[in-house]
C-alpha cells in the first residue's frame, strides 16, 4: 500500500486552475444531464397530468421545459467571471453565487444546494425500492395470478441500494463518472420508452382515451387544490437541474467556449426529456384515467408481459445509481474541499491510499472520503426508510429546489454579468419571470407539505 498526496500531481494532467484536464464534450454533457434529469420525476407525470387534466397537465410540462432552457441558458453563461468566454472559471454553482452576489447570499444558496441534493438522493432510495419491490410483486403476480395479496416492504431494498451507493460513492469526481452516466442515461431512455409503449398498447387495447379536461375528481374543492399544486411540484422536480449545471460545465473542454456547448447540451436534453415526459405522462393517463397511479411501472395497472415490467423497473434501478452520484458527488465535492482549505496539513483529509489487487485496477482510497460518503449514504437511506412517500417527497423537493435555485439566483447572477440596470426592459422582464415561478412555487410547496402531513397522519 502506497501513501500519494494530493500535492504531488502528475505533470501535464492538470490545468493551469490546478484542475485535471478537462475532456468533456456536448455528448457527455447530453449524458449528465439527462441522468440527472429523466429520473424518479418521470415516473410520477402520468398521476400528475391525472390531477391537472388534458388542458392544463400538457400546457405545464411544456412551461415548465421552457423555463428550464431560460433559466439553464441564464446560468450557463455565469461559469466564467467577469467575460462569459475567457474570464475565470467557477468549479461550483455556490462558488458563481459567491462571485456575483453578497456573501449572505451565498450561504443561502449553499444551504439550499446541498439541502437539494441530499433531497434528491432521499428520493432516489424510495424510488429504487419501490422498483426493486415491483420486480417481486410483477413475479409474484404471475405465478399466484392477479388476485394473489403479493405484499412486500420497502426496508430491505432500501438497505440494499444503500449498500451499492457506499460503494459507488467512493468514485472520486464527477470527471470520473462520465460511463455510469451515459449507462444511466441508455437506462432512462429504455425504461421510459416501457412505460410509454405499454400505456399505449393499454389504451389500444381499452379502444378509447380515459380522462377529462378537469382531471381526477375529488370530494372537496380544497383536495382538488392540493392535488393540483402537488402536480405542480411533480413536474417541477421532474424538470430543473440549475443546481448541478455548473458542474456539468466545469467538465466541458474548449475550445468552444463552455456556454456555447451548454447551451446545445441543454436544448438537446430538454427537447429529448419533455417528448419522453409527455409520451408517458399523457399515454398512462389515457391508459387508466382517474386510476392512474402515483408511480406509472409499479402501480400495476400493466400485469403482462411480466418480463417487460421487469425490464423496465431493473433499468430504474440502474440508472438511480447513476442519478444519486450525479446529485451527490458535488455535495461531496465542496464538503472535502472545505476540510483540505481547514486543514491543510492533515493526512486523513489529503492523503491517498493506493491498493494494488492483481487482476484489477488500481484501488486509490481517501480515509476522509470513506467515513464522510458512507455516513452520507446511511443517512439518506434512513430518512427514506422514515419517509416512504413517493408522490409527496418529489412534490416537496421540487417545489423546494424550483424558484430560489434555478430561477432566483441565475436570474441574479445575469444582471451582474450583462451589468442590467433596474428598471430596463430586460430587468423587468426577467423579475416578471421570477415573481411568477415563485407564485407557482410557493403553491407546490404548500401542496406538497399537506399531502405529506396527511400521508404521515393516515
Avoid at 454553482?93 to 446541498?114: E, N, P, S
Avoid at 438497505?159 to 451515459?182: H, K, T, Y
Avoid at 422536480?237 to 456555447?260: C, G, R
Avoid at 423497473?313 to 472535502?336: D, M, R
Wanted: aromatic share 14%.
Amino acid at each position: 500500500m502506497a501513501v500519494l498526496s494530493s500535492l504531488e500531481l502528475p505533470n501535464g494532467s492538470y490545468n493551469d486552475d490546478g484542475h485535471q484536464i478537462r475532456t468533456g464534450t456536448l455528448w457527455t454533457a447530453i449524458a449528465h444531464i439527462l441522468t440527472a434529469v429523466i429520473g424518479s420525476g418521470v415516473l410520477s407525470l402520468a398521476w400528475s397530468v391525472a390531477q391537472l387534466g388534458w388542458i392544463a397537465g400538457p400546457i405545464s410540462m411544456f412551461c415548465f421545459a421552457m423555463v428550464t432552457c431560460v433559466s439553464s441558458f441564464l446560468l450557463s453563461h455565469c461559469y466564467r467571471y467577469p467575460d462569459p468566454v475567457t474570464g475565470a472559471r467557477h468549479h461550483f454553482y455556490m462558488d458563481a453565487v459567491k462571485t456575483y452576489l453578497a456573501r449572505k447570499q451565498t450561504w443561502i444558496c449553499g444551504f439550499l444546494q446541498i439541502l437539494s441534493m441530499y433531497g434528491f438522493g432521499i428520493a432516489y432510495v424510495i424510488t429504487t425500492s419501490i422498483s426493486m419491490r415491483a420486480i417481486q410483486k410483477s413475479n409474484c403476480y404471475h405465478k399466484e395470478g392477479h388476485q394473489a395479496p403479493c405484499t412486500y416492504g420497502d426496508s430491505f431494498y432500501m438497505l440494499l441500494f444503500g449498500a451499492i451507493q457506499i460503494v459507488c460513492s467512493q468514485i472520486p469526481d464527477f470527471r470520473n463518472m462520465e460511463w455510469l452516466s451515459i449507462l444511466a442515461s441508455i437506462m432512462s431512455f429504455s425504461y421510459a420508452s416501457i412505460g410509454f409503449a405499454l400505456g399505449f398498447a393499454k389504451v389500444i387495447g381499452n379502444r378509447r382515451v380515459k380522462g377529462s379536461i378537469s382531471g381526477v375528481q375529488t370530494a372537496t374543492i380544497a383536495q382538488k387544490v392540493w392535488k393540483v399544486s402537488q402536480a405542480l411540484g411533480d413536474i417541477a422536480f421532474a424538470y430543473p437541474y440549475s443546481v448541478i449545471l455548473i458542474e456539468i460545465q466545469d467538465t466541458l473542454k474548449s475550445p468552444p467556449p463552455e456556454n456555447q456547448t451548454m447551451k446545445k447540451a441543454s436544448m438537446t436534453a430538454v427537447l429529448i426529456t419533455t417528448f419522453f415526459y409527455l409520451c408517458c405522462g399523457c399515454f398512462g393517463y389515457a391508459a387508466f384515467g382517474d386510476q392512474t397511479p402515483g408511480n406509472l411501472l409499479t402501480g400495476f395497472g400493466f400485469y403482462e408481459p411480466y418480463w417487460l415490467i421487469d425490464f423496465a423497473n431493473a433499468c430504474i434501478v440502474l440508472h438511480l445509481v447513476g442519478g444519486y452520484q450525479v446529485f451527490s458527488q458535488p455535495v461531496f465535492a465542496v464538503f472535502e474541499k472545505w476540510c483540505a482549505e481547514k486543514v491543510p496539513n492533515s493526512g486523513f483529509v489529503n492523503n491517498s491510499y493506493t491498493i494494488k489487487i492483481p487482476q484489477l485496477p488500481v484501488l486509490r482510497i481517501n480515509l476522509l472520503r470513506l467515513c464522510f460518503r458512507t455516513c452520507y449514504v446511511l443517512s439518506t437511506t434512513g430518512l427514506a426508510m422514515l419517509f416512504p412517500y413517493f408522490n409527496q417527497v418529489l412534490g416537496l423537493l421540487g417545489a423546494l429546489n424550483f424558484w430560489p435555485l434555478t430561477i432566483y439566483f441565475p436570474v441574479q447572477m445575469y444582471f451582474v454579468q450583462r451589468k442590467i440596470e433596474p428598471w430596463t426592459r430586460n430587468w423587468i422582464i426577467l423579475q416578471s419571470f421570477s415573481f411568477f415561478c415563485l407564485l407557482v412555487s410557493l403553491i407546490a410547496l404548500v401542496g406538497s407539505v399537506e399531502g405529506l402531513i396527511s400521508e404521515r397522519l393516515s
